[in-house]
């Protein structure tokens, strides 16, 4: 039976494709990076509600290993005084991710507030 130029065509193709996937995934593989997470933490005013002090709570994992019960504290001051702290917990934050979250603080929101966050701990899964 003879094979019209399409299915060599599509055959070609797939040949093709499928040495690419394994040359990629043996790329990948020799040049593997074992990084532990690399945890950021942003944190942004929360818009529509100017009297209360809430904010959200972006923590981005840069790493190349996931990140379990991710715990982070931040602490409000104002003129140099510590007047409120919250903690935020992510149960999860897998690599190259972004989690949100929002805080509540106690005391109203003042002018020259300043914020100072630390992250406090997380496991390895």
């Given amino acids: 039976m003879k094979k019209n130029p399409l299915e060599w065509f599509v055959f070609g193709l797939s040949v093709v494709l499928i040495l690419a996937l394994l040359g990629y995934l043996g790329v990948k593989a020799f ?3 074992h990084t532990p997470p690399d945890l950021h933490v942003e944190i942004f005013p929360e818009k529509g509600r100017p009297q209360q002090n809430i904010h959200r709570v ?3 994992n840069r790493g190349e290993q996931t990140a379990e019960n991710v715990l982070v504290e931040i602490t409000l001051f ?6 409120d702290k919250a903690e935020v917990s992510f149960p999860i934050a897998p690599k190259e991710s972004r ?5 509540t603080f106690k005391k109203p929101k003042q002018a020259d507030q300043k914020m100072q966050v630390h992250v406090l701990g997380y496991n390895k899964p």
């Fill in 99 to 103: 989690q949100e979250a929002w805080i």
């Fill in 31 to 33: 040049h593997y990076q």
């Fill in 78 to 83: 104002h003129q140099g005084q510590e007047i």
């Fill in 58 to 60: 972006e923590l981005t």
